[in-house]
């Protein structure tokens, strides 16, 4: 059986856009529906944080811990062995009051892709694969009154895809675009409809490469 860790934000979570944390349900997120599609063979394992970042520290009460870097290790050795890494993150990098640019944001992800394709299991000392998912546009469809910390979003969510298509093409790793799926009214949550659509590439994904 081959072990895919899940590591991601709310939208990995399954959080459901507009609401007050509701969730999507088992036959709903992307995460379970991935797991009927591939079968027996694989083992999914969900480890999505609503406001999971990067690196930057969310200083909003009741936020603390979210610094995706941070548990990254822990993580991976708690559930070692993994065969398959599927990373998801880079949304909430993306918020009015962090500034951070589209290029910094590159930069976070890179730490992360170097972590996890240099990682050895203390089982059998095996690196695991690495799929690099990229962010969903941004407010795109959906109205700016709802979207909050995301208003000013949507041009640097662009260059950041596009910085993302050229960083990551010659590295070890497959790297998967989102710019196809689409938010609910808060302007960052997947519909149901694209945690379909997501779950479907990822299992293209894994079953013609692993």
Known sequence: MKRV?????????????????????????????????????????EEGLNSR????????????????????????????????????????????????????????LD?????????????????????LCGVPIVGENAGKESCGNYKNAVGKCRELIKLCDKYFENKNLIYVKNDDLKVGVDCVHLTKESHMILAQKLAKVIKDNF
């Open 111 to 131: 730490k992360f892709v170097d972590f996890i394709l240099n990682f050895k299991s203390q089982i059998d000392g095996s690196s695991p694969k690495l799929i």
């Open 5 to 45: 860790l899940c590591y991601g934000d709310s939208n990995t979570w399954g959080y459901i856009s507009g609401t007050d944390h509701q969730r999507y349900g088992e036959n709903e997120r992307w995460t379970r529906l991935l797991k009927k599609s591939l079968g027996k063979d694989f083992e999914i394992i």
């Open 53 to 108: 970042t990067l690196f930057t520290e969310d200083t909003r009460p009741g936020k603390d811990g979210r610094k995706g870097y941070v548990y990254l290790k822990p993580c991976m050795l708690s559930h070692d062995k993994i065969d398959i890494v599927i990373l998801m993150l880079g949304t909430n990098e993306l918020k009015d009051s962090f500034e951070n640019s589209a290029s910094e944001i590159v930069s976070m």
